[in-house]
């Protein structure tokens, strides 16, 4: 008796479990114009379970409890929470952000506005670039524009980036196309200050195709900052100091470990031990500890913008001071940016512009990539050396004296 009741509870409790899910189907609309939205994302609020809308803007969902709020977005949209209870069709209206429509980005020679571009564009504002702070401009497209790859050309401070937009070109040539304030800039994007920079924008699709073959492998359009018409003098200083090192080393041999795996190659090729006994190793040098420093990084700017009713203008300077965390002052690097931006309007008819930037870089440079490297030397230099020893020359006697 007891067995069939419970049997009849577990049935009862598992309908009413299934009668708490339902399946919801539904279309997204523009709400402006009523066409349907393609791959929209249609989310259950709070869990991983969704869908996506077809090309007809319909999606389907199975498995939604009575209660749930669907969350519903799309590019370029407002995102809407729409609740299912009592519901098994939707007909979600999204509004339009006009705000993100509106944004104005570079194109080509000029500017347009989001809403009407219909090449792949990706646009880095001024505040974006000064809450990343990178000493490198190249820096501030790593992780913020799609399809942009950046790598470092090295690790050494004012090393260069490469910078890859959908991938490799087959011309020959594979870096974008760099224009700054519309004209093309040849220099090194670690010569720029990127406090001046007002906006990045980078073209990758039929945007790019105003500036012909030399714009394949895309166009990084920068542009620097001006001053603001009717505005009094505004003055901006900001400066930071940091201190910089290494984030992780790799994990070597101690003294100990290289003697004993010393010893038995010796003893397998049939020669004497060159650590009989291990109690006598003195030295445990760790030579990546003594490579690698704490050193600082220091960075100055300052600005004096403003304008009168026909004219802006905006004086600017900057000085950045890095060592590295390899060879310290021995490898390092200085960066002097100065820049002045006027425009007036002379007449309605007739404007003048003077945009000058000035840049002196200074660098020192070790050996950092390959054989004779500092980093391979350290690497490969056995932890039974005294770093304190005369004859670091290749002549170390690995025997028992050590």
Known sequence: MIKNCLIIIFCISGMSLMAQTKTISGIVLDGSNQIPLPNAEVK??????????????????????EDATLVVSYLG???????????????????????????????GYGKSSRRNITGSVSSISSESIQDLEPVNTAQALQGT??????????????????????????????APLIILDGF?????????????????????GAEAAIY???????????????????????????????IQETTRELPLLNSTEYALLLNE???????????????????DTDWQGQIFSAVPIMSHN????GGSENTDYI?????????????????????????????????????????????????NEINSFGLGSVLFNALNIAPVISPDQDNLDGTIDLGNEV
């Open 44 to 65: 259950v609020k709070g869990t991983d379970k969704g869908t996506a809308t077809n090309f007809d803007g319909e999606f389907t969902l199975e498995g939604v409890n």
């Open 77 to 107: 949209f407002k995102t809407q929470e729409v609740s299912v209870a009592g519901k098994t069709e939707l007909t979600i209206n999204l509004q339009p952000d006009q705000e993100a429509l509106e944004d104005v980005v570079v194109i």
């Open 145 to 174: 524009a799609a399809g942009v790859n950046v790598t470092p050309q090295g690790g050494t401070p004012g090393a260069g980036y490469n910078i890859r937009i959908r991938g490799i070109g087959t011309n020959g040539n594979n």
């Open 184 to 204: 093309q800039y040849g220099g090194g994007l670690n010569s720029l200050n990127p406090n001046d920079i007002e906006s990045i924008t980078v073209l990758k």
């Open 212 to 242: 012909g073959s030399i714009g394949s492998n895309g166009v990084v359009l920068i542009e620097t900052k001006n001053g603001d018409r009717n505005q009094d003098p505004v003055i901006n200083y900001n400066t930071y100091f940091g």
């Open 265 to 283: 190659s010796y003893a397998n090729a049939g020669q004497a031990l060159p650590f009989p006994n291990l109690s006598s190793i003195e030295n």
């Open 302 to 305: 300052i600005s004096i913008s």
């Open 315 to 363: 004086i600017s300077a900057s000085h950045l001071d890095q060592e590295g965390i390899v060879g310290e002052e021995k490898s390092s690097f200085k960066r002097t940016t100065a820049k002045l931006s006027l425009n007036t309007d002379v007449r309605d008819n007739f404007k003048v512009s003077t945009n000058v930037i000035f840049t002196n870089n200074r660098s």
